[in-house]
T-cell receptor, first 115, second 113 residues
């Protein structure tokens, strides 16, 4: 079946430093999946951060970027300069248009930004 | 207002008790979901509801059942709760499918003692 693997556990970064959270996916489908990053801020539910449905394209939101790389089956999340308010749990996810009700999530990466 | 509301936020129950988790959404979304998340694991899909009285098992339905009598409301029921059902439960909704976008509630932290 499909799976998503992302940087595990907690990542600690000082404010204004750069960030990368790794995400790779595996799929048994011949079709390319839609890829997502969701974020859960403290005390809130998960919310969509960005989404890319076409291989080779880049998505961006709130200063974060992720590029859909079908060759390496990766969708890493990057930010050039993090802020303390970015502290949250980040989830990489995939879904296929052919079985679109089934969204596969990674385990989540807890980002802690030091002031 | 684009909101998914879960009640309660925190719940403590004893093993063998029945548990009702409730979820509402104000977006008239057809599709609703129940997930659980345990430490070190991703979100696991329990049930999907495609619309009123149209529900389907997800990956881990054992020990759970659901009810959807109104489009805006989706309940998760644990009959005779077990300690291994201690978890954080998330409800979500989508206008079409998850391949578009999911809207999540804040979650319910359930402890079964």
């Amino acid at each position: 079946g499909d799976s998503v693997t992302q940087t595990e556990g907690q990542v600690t970064v000082s404010e204004s430093k750069s960030l990368i959270i790794n995400c790779t996916y595996s799929t048994t489908s011949i079709a390319y999946p839609n890829l997502f990053w969701y974020v859960r801020y403290p005390g809130e539910g998960l919310q969509l951060l960005l989404k890319v449905i076409t291989a080779g394209q880049k998505g961006s939101s709130r200063g974060f970027e992720a590029t859909y790389n079908k060759e390496t089956t990766s969708f890493h999340l990057q930010k050039a300069s993090v802020q303390e308010s970015d502290s949250a749990v980040y989830y990489c996810a995939l879904a296929h248009d052919t079985n679109a009700y089934k969204v596969i999530f990674g385990k989540g990466t807890h980002l802690h930004v030091l002031p | 207002d684009m909101k998914v509301t879960q009640m309660p936020r925190y719940l403590i129950k004893r093993m063998g008790e029945n548990v009702l988790l409730e979820c509402g959404q104000d977006m008239s979304h057809e599709t609703m979901y129940w997930y659980r998340q345990d430490p070190g694991l991703g979100l696991q899909l329990i049930y999907i509801s495609y619309d009123v009285d149209s529900n389907s098992e997800g990956d881990i339905p054992k020990g759970y059942r659901v009810s959807r009598k109104k489009r805006e409301h989706f309940s998760l029921i644990l009959d005779s709760a077990k300690t291994n059902q201690t978890s954080v439960y998330f409800c979500a909704s989508s206008a079409g499918t998850g391949a578009e976008r999911l809207f999540f509630g804040h979650g319910t932290k359930l402890s079964v003692l």
